[in-house]
């Protein structure tokens, strides 16, 4: 055993957390993904680090509310039917009222199309499921230094998770966003998270 693998297990293996730049508290952040899954898990993720979350599981519904609600950042899913996220994406960078927001498409399959349109089309970044609450702060960290995004001023801990949820629903919620049907939320779980509720 080398020395390094020594000292690893000593220490019970536990590196130092990864500290991510974040952007603004409070900010709204719109996800866009036709699975509920995704939605509820991204949004815990995001709630986590105090971001106010939208979410829209269609194009038509995202395309209004990143209109309406100037969100600081969209997350959006490629495969959705109907307008899928390629047409969202183009519809968002044509429009004077949205061109300007940072977008982040997500997907379980990452092809070249698909890193193409995304070249072509103008999404800052591209994040593979299955994803993590450090791939999603990383994906903010990056646009916080690029400057697509300010950064935050302060280093309070925030944990304001989704506070219409009650707490048996949030904890059944995962903590990664897989791409296959077979991780679901269970069944109460799902029809909790289906019941329409007012937008913070």
Known sequence: MTSIGFIKRLLGNTAAKEQYVQTTLGARVLVV???PTICAVLGKMLG???YRVLKAVDGASAIELARREQPALIF???VMPGMNGFTVLRKLRHDPLTCHIPIVMISGNQQATEQFYLQRYGADDFMKKPFDRDDVCRRIG???????LPPRHHADPVDAVAPELAGEVLDAIPDVAM?????QLPEGV??????PRLIA
């Open 33 to 35: 993904d036709d699975s």
């Open 48 to 50: 986590k680090d105090g």
């Open 76 to 78: 959006l899913d490629v």
């Open 142 to 148: 990056v646009l916080v230094a690029a400057g697509r």
């Open 179 to 183: 791409p296959d049907p077979e991780h």
């Open 190 to 195: 799902y029809q909790e998270l289906q019941r």
